[in-house]
């Protein structure tokens, strides 16, 4: 059977061949694949690029060189300088469309280690709690615990692709550096944008910009105040967290699906009987 797969924004896009449905992927607990919230298949030579704009950039770490997109920021490539998939070409699952995330079962670890084991870190660290990418150009502190704020995830078409897990703290409580060293990314209505760091790729935080003022002063003052509320927040990537287990986490999981996304984003012609409308 055949895999359609893409970047968020569909300037790499791809066929994966495989025997049986995808059902399982492989985990990494390397500080690279941990950031990222990667899980991978290997592709070798069951896949196949049919449209590359060539966006694709590389970055590498002690343990992983990663491919992703410069537009959106999705991680698709990936190949370990260790572990037991050392050398091999890896595809990140979450591309795949029509796979969702939270149905797979992860075989094994390929950094070796025992997927199961705790990390030698903490689920409640000291304040501030500080998060960054891999190459440490963005970062954030946190000044609130994490029991205190919203933690959550969801399997839209940009949260799966980034696996963003979501700290949704406001803004008195986050300190934002390496904003200058971001690509932003923004699609639909806009009222997001999903940076990521120009060097190494990782998503560290969100950019909640919502409607338009001119939209907004036509709301009743019940609905400008949940507006304003979420214009208060600035939600930071749990994945990226020093020396915190999100394991240890209770992370809320929204099942919001990708409805309307191959045609609003892809530009792909609606299947017969989707009547979806929003990505």
């Known amino acids: 059977m055949i895999y359609h797969g893409n970047c968020h924004c569909g300037a790499l896009r791809f066929e994966f061949r495989v025997d049986d449905a995808v059902k399982r992927s492989i985990g990494c607990s390397c500080i690279a694949c941990r950031k990222q919230g990667y899980t991978w298949l290997v592709a070798e030579e069951?896949?196949?690029?049919?449209?590359?704009?060539?966006?694709?950039?590389?970055?590498?770490s002690p343990t992983l060189t990663h491919e992703f997109c410069s537009v959106c920021g999705t991680g698709v490539f990936g190949e370990h300088s260790e572990g037991l998939l050392s050398g091999q070409r890896l595809l990140n699952v979450r591309t795949l469309r029509g796979v969702n995330p939270f149905d797979?079962?992860?075989?094994?670890d390929a950094s070796g280690t025992d997927m199961d084991s705790p990390l030698a870190v903490e689920s409640r660290p000291t304040l501030p709690i500080t998060g960054s990418c891999l190459c440490g150009s963005v970062g954030f502190e946190l000044a609130v615990p994490l029991q205190e704020v919203e933690l959550k995830e969801d399997n839209c078409s940009i949260c799966a692709r980034n696996a963003w897990a979501g700290a949704y703290a406001?803004?008195?409580?986050?300190r934002i550096f390496g904003s200058g060293e971001v690509q932003d990314y923004r699609y639909g209505q806009r009222f997001m944008g999903f940076p990521f760091?120009?060097?190494?790729?990782?998503?560290?935080?969100?950019?909640?910009?919502?409607?338009?003022?001119?939209?907004?002063?036509?709301?009743?003052?019940d609905k400008k105040k949940f507006v304003r509320r979420k214009l208060d927040l600035v939600p930071v990537n749990i994945r990226v967290l020093d020396e915190v287990d999100i394991r240890a986490l209770?992370?809320?999981?929204?099942?919001?699906?990708?409805?309307?996304?191959?045609?609003?984003?892809?530009g792909l012609p609606r299947r017969k009987g989707d009547t979806s409308g929003s990505p």
Do not use: A, W
């Open 170 to 174: 406001t803004k008195m409580h986050v």
């Open 104 to 108: 797979l079962e992860r075989t094994r």
């Open 197 to 221: 760091c120009k060097v190494c790729g990782v998503h560290v935080y969100l950019s909640v910009y919502g409607p338009p003022k001119t939209f907004v002063d036509r709301l009743s003052e």
């Open 46 to 60: 069951s896949l196949t690029v049919v449209r590359d704009d060539g966006k694709l950039t590389k970055y590498s």
């Open 250 to 266: 209770k992370i809320e999981r929204s099942d919001e699906g990708t409805k309307g996304y191959e045609q609003n984003v892809l």
